[in-house]
């Protein structure tokens, strides 16, 4: 007879008698050094791609605020010489009274050129005394100046302070007392005048060591008033594209604004050149110093009177990004 067999449980041991398990020094060391470089190589590849970003949002940066200085400009050179229902701005009839000041200086002279309806004032000239306008922080010597004039696309109604003209096909005469002039035929329109002067200046509303594009503009109360338009700007240089042929239809060359044969007096001056298009070059850097960058570019600007500009030249710092751009504007009433 088989005796049951009997089954007896060893007892468990507790308290400090039980063996402990768990990680060791040398474990938890390699764990450490595991993470540390999981989480020096996630900084690492947050830091690149921050640098990158801030990379490609300042090259965007930089080019959307050139496409939008040259949106701004670009619309208002096509109008120039328009003046509603006559094209010929030497029939403007401006009445001796008239004063157009610019803060406390008188630029009627200057705003009421009409037979030069764009001009432009090379570097080589300087902002002062051509454009008698107080340039805020000043205006950068080696850039250049450009003046549109012309009236307003848009028939406006006679309104007392505004500069304005009324024109037929036969006369055009230039008023603010809102009362449009006697004489004129009854397809008459009144437009309102517009005179704008670009200059790039020293300072921007931003700081005043950072340069910017700005403009003298003829305001509703009948003034010439400075704002800026767009920080950053560093140089603007504007040639002509001129027809001397007198035909009026190709261009032939590009010339600077105080070419010879565009200054009246000059013996080389051609009186049937015509102005039919306008080059617009200009350079533009970030807002903000950027620490490690160097600019190692050289640009070069149309004007053969200025040198190529290195980076780090004066007024020209070499730890910010820059751009250029360069466009050729045809003009609507100059053929």
């Known amino acids: 007879m088989n005796t049951p067999t009997q089954i007896t449980s060893k007892p468990v041991a507790t308290g400090a008698a039980a063996k402990q398990k768990g990680v060791t020094l040398v474990e938890l060391m390699i764990a450490l050094v595991i993470g540390l470089v999981l989480t020096l190589g996630s900084i690492t590849v947050f830091v690149q791609s921050r640098s990158s970003y801030r990379l490609s949002d300042g090259q965007a940066r930089l080019q959307e605020n050139l496409r939008f200085a040259i949106d701004v400009m670009e619309p208002d050179i096509r109008l120039a010489r328009f003046w509603g229902r006559n094209s010929e701005p030497a029939l403007v009839n401006v009445p001796g009274a008239i004063v157009i000041n610019c803060g406390a200086v008188n630029a009627t002279a200057l705003a009421t050129a009409f037979n030069a309806q764009v001009t432009a004032i090379d570097d080589t000239i300087g902002y002062a005394p051509a454009v008698p306008c107080p340039a805020p922080n000043g205006a950068r010597v080696d850039s250049d100046v450009l003046i549109v004039r012309h009236v307003t696309p848009q028939v406006t109604v006679p309104t007392a302070g505004t500069w304005q003209v009324r024109t037929d096909l036969a006369a055009a005469t230039l008023f603010n007392n809102g009362a449009n002039p006697a004489g004129f035929g009854p397809n008459a329109q009144t437009h309102d005048l517009v005179v704008n002067i670009y200059y790039v200046s020293n300072g921007s509303d931003l700081d005043p060591a950072l340069p910017s594009l700005r403009r003298w503009t003829l305001n509703a109360a009948g003034a010439l008033i400075d704002e800026e338009l767009i920080a950053g700007v560093e140089n603007l240089q504007v040639q002509f594209g001129v027809d001397d042929t007198g035909g009026g239809t190709t261009v032939t060359r590009y010339v600077d604004g105080n070419h010879p044969m565009l ?51 004066p007024g020209y710092p070499a730890n910010v990004r820059r751009q250029q751009i360069s466009k050729t504007i045809r003009l609507r009433n100059n053929r």
């Open 263 to 313: 200054t009246p007096g000059n013996a080389a001056f051609v009186p049937g050149a015509e102005i039919l298009a306008v080059r617009l070059w200009m350079l533009m850097r970030t807002y903000e110093i950027e620490a490690g960058f160097v600019d190692q570019g050289i640009y070069t600007p149309p004007d053969a009177d200025l040198v190529p500009i290195n980076a780090g030249d």
